[in-house]
């Protein structure tokens, strides 16, 4: 029998170094296996039992997955380092009205209505778009890990102020009861070490008024089982 471990698929831009951390030191017997996977592959990747779980940009159709939104991406152009936006902070959408854009085939944005010239030529991947962009072909628009991730020396990149935002979830197979993905959701959601989803919640803090009112009923009560057992003693005299 094959020792236990857990599947974590994850895409491109995504970082699950943290998580793996904790995973490893609350669960060392348990390996969590890092699985790069491409964005366009990774719903179906949980599905299909490849991986237990996957940190992706939500898919349009989330059917058979249960879906955890994480956070919230910052959205960016990158363009050549001697290109007029590297001489402000960030730019706007109107900003680019005028730009040529490239939108390549793997595209994990999404944005409808982009702003921007869009090219004809589609690169097939975001790396081929990247050496487009250096090239001086035009602007890619990308979610701010995606230009870290493949930054260069002759390449900027700047946040689009009013750009919607991208976001990153966590994905494992609807109605999944796995005892290791639960606790792997428990490491995602910062629950501690030891407490579990189906844990009763701790009472709710009462108020100043209801903790006096507890007290006043507390001293009635003592009073009243005094004056019971002083009543007793009286009548076994």
Not at 59 to 79: Q, R
Not at 173 to 180: F, Q, Y
Not at 220 to 232: C, I, L, N
Request: neutral net charge; aromatic residues 4%.
């Amino acid at each position: 029998m094959n020792p236990p471990s857990l599947t974590l698929g994850y895409v491109p831009g995504a970082t699950p170094a943290k998580w793996a951390r904790v995973w490893a030191e609350r669960h060392p017997a348990v390996p969590l296996l890092l699985q790069a996977i491409d964005a366009a592959d990774a719903p179906d990747a949980v599905r299909a039992g490849t991986v237990d779980v996957a940190l992706l940009r939500p898919p349009p159709d989330v059917s058979g997955l249960s879906v955890i939104p994480l956070y919230e991406e910052t959205t960016v152009a990158v363009v050549p380092k001697d290109h007029v936006f590297t001489a402000v902070d960030e730019i706007t959408v109107a900003d680019l009205h005028e730009e040529p854009v490239l939108l390549p085939a793997d595209d994990v944005v999404g944005w409808a209505h982009a702003p921007g010239q869009l090219l004809d030529h589609r690169p097939e991947t975001t790396m081929d778009a990247i050496e487009l962009v250096a090239a001086g072909l035009g602007a890619l628009i990308v979610p701010q890990s995606l230009a870290r991730l493949y930054l260069r020396k002759d390449l900027c990149y700047r946040p689009i102020a009013d750009a919607p935002t991208c976001p990153v979830a966590l994905a494992f197979s609807e109605g999944s009861a796995a005892t290791l993905v639960e606790e792997f959701v428990g490491v995602v959601r910062g629950r501690k070490a030891g407490s579990s989803r189906g844990q009763a919640q701790p009472a709710p803090k009462r108020s100043a008024r209801e903790k006096t009112l507890a007290k006043q009923a507390a001293r009635a009560a003592a009073g009243k089982v005094a004056r019971q057992s002083g009543g007793t003693r009286r009548g076994r005299r």
